[in-house]
């Protein structure tokens, strides 16, 4: 973040250090910051890939749906190498909507362009949890994780499947230093760490991951009202008050971002 502070104070237009700095300020928890940066640039760069996949992740944490979606679609018309990562994109909004067949859908479309893009098999795995198709999803997860022992996300999606499979002792395991290293500069990531303790009925560690996640960013509403992992917390004051919080936010977004299209 230095480095771009230091390019921003010689020309505070320039784009490739506003864009790279949002993430990095979301991670600070200077989330009005980092969307105020992100309003300024798509103004004037709005068909710009880099800046649509920026969208695609703020829509993404926001619980924008919509927005995020049509910011995949052209981002897929002005940059058609992209065409798998729009796949992915799409998934990931999916499964946000718990529909996991049509993010199947997508992620078969993205793995027959790529087939050995590691998101894309990762989320493949994913997928097929939120199916409901545990065993096949912690076998292919398993393998992920086997062949690529520095990949976190399928660790982290192994974790979820092996809870449900009842394999705490495996799941426990797999939160390790790396993959809450990793729930610490990630937002979405605190969110999926914070889903795993709940469902091992942690709540406190629980509680303390999503907070984290919310301070990072991630405030998708929608999904921590529907998400499945969160089932046991559901009648904690902490979690209640937490949700309440963050559907006034998300009110506010998406009548900001409606707005902002009329």
């Known amino acids: 973040e230095l480095h771009f502070d230091r390019a921003l104070k010689l020309d505070g237009e320039l784009f490739e250090p506003t864009l790279f700095r949002i993430p990095l300020l979301l991670r600070a928890g200077r989330k009005e910051t980092a969307r105020a940066q992100w309003r300024l640039l798509s103004r004037e760069y709005s068909g710009d890939p880099r800046l649509l996949s920026m969208s695609v992740m703020l829509g993404r944490y926001d619980g924008l749906y919509e927005t995020a979606v049509r910011a995949t679609h052209l981002r897929d018309r002005v940059y058609p190498l992209a065409a798998a990562e729009g796949h992915l994109d799409r998934a990931r909004l999916l499964l946000c909507q718990n ?13 027959a362009i790529e087939p050995g893009h590691p998101d894309l098999r990762a989320f493949h795995g994913h997928a097929l ?25 399928p660790r982290i999606f192994l974790a979820m499947a092996a809870v449900r499979l009842g394999n705490h002792r495996q799941a426990f395991s797999l939160l390790d230093r790396r993959m809450q290293g990793f729930g610490r500069v990630s937002g979405e990531a605190a969110y999926w760490i914070g889903g795993i303790y709940a469902s091992l009925l942690e709540k406190p560690e629980a509680l303390a991951w ?14 921590f009202a529907m998400d499945f992992n969160l089932l046991s917390l559901r009648e904690e004051p902490g979690f209640v008050s ?15 971002r409606l707005d902002e299209s009329l």
Do not use: C, F, S
């Open 210 to 223: 999503l907070h984290r996640a919310v301070a990072m960013g991630y405030e998708n509403h929608p999904w």
């Open 242 to 256: 937490l949700l309440a919080e963050l559907r006034q936010k998300w009110t506010m977004l998406r009548d900001q």
């Open 99 to 111: 529909n996991p067949r049509e993010a199947l859908g997508e992620l078969t479309k993205g793995l």
């Open 129 to 153: 949890y939120a199916k409901g198709d545990i065993q096949q999803a912690a076998e292919i997860l398993a393998l992920l994780a086997k062949d690529d022992g520095e990949a976190v996300l």
